[in-house]
């Protein structure tokens, strides 16, 4: 291999080894899955032969990226995979300053209070407090939270640029409207037109911050704001997360203006530019959910 010794750092970036490039594509398969996948699935989903993708799996086993189900044959992120994902979250400046803020916001509130970044697929969950009161509900670590029907993803869909969220905007409101026919039970009206989102959008920037209710998991509210950088991009949401009968009744207020303190004051250490403190009650809320049972109690 000639050296790269005299070359510009420019030539330096333009090389690259192909094997690794290759290789990444099985562990993308891997990665967008929900579990465990047979060889042929990967392969496909990685757009080789079988039996070049095993090569690969075999070496990622190896190495802990990957694991193989002796019952089943079917492979899967090992821990490796997990241990250099938590590492790189633990990198972001924004999570590690966000821990005393969710601290102190659940110690004002008595609810948990988690924070969310964006990812391929939508917000995720990569920090928690866990509330007082919490009950059934369980808040876990890297939940991918709905974009349109929680408070969480609805900051994000007023704050990110468009062309960022388009792919999961685009997949929830089809799944809203195949699901429009039938009689299960929804918590939340369904979000399915352009108008919809324009009014969620309208009102969220309004206020600085967004507000569910019975929207993914009966009885329980959530509140989110916004965390922006020196940018003045957002970065991530902070959520409060309670009962409803508290979160959205007499202790509503306290929790929003803890909760705007806690954004305010992390954007800040984040360097973003000076920005009203926003959290008023608006006079056009989006509509109002129509409570039903929840199929399920997951963290939202």
Known sequence: MASDKGKPPEEWTQRRIQSIEVGFQVIR???????PLPLRDIAAAAGMPPSKAHLYLVSFVKEGVAFQDPATGHYGL??????LGLSAIRQ?????????????LQRATGFATYLSLWGDRGPGIVSKVDGERQGSLAVRL?????????ATGQVFLSYLDESETAGVRQDEIAAARRDASEEAATLAPR?????????????????????????INSSFAAMAAPVFDYSSRIVATITVLGS????????????????????HRLS??????GRGQKGEESETPPAAPKPTRAKSTAGR
């Open 191 to 215: 979000i399915t037109t352009a108008k919809d989102i324009e009014r969620i959008v309208e009102t969220v920037r309004r206020q600085g911050y967004a507000m569910t209710i019975n929207s």
């Open 29 to 35: 398969a891997m990665e967008a899955a929900n579990g």
């Open 92 to 104: 972001l400046d924004v999570v590690e300053f966000a821990r005393e803020e969710l601290a102190a």
């Open 268 to 273: 800040e250490r984040l360097g973003a530019p």
């Open 142 to 150: 890297g939940y991918v939270l709905p974009l349109l029907n929680s």
């Open 78 to 83: 090992g821990r490796f995979a997990i241990q």
């Open 244 to 263: 409803d009968k508290q979160l959205a009744g007499p202790r509503k207020k306290t929790a929003l203006d803890a909760l705007m303190t806690a954004t």
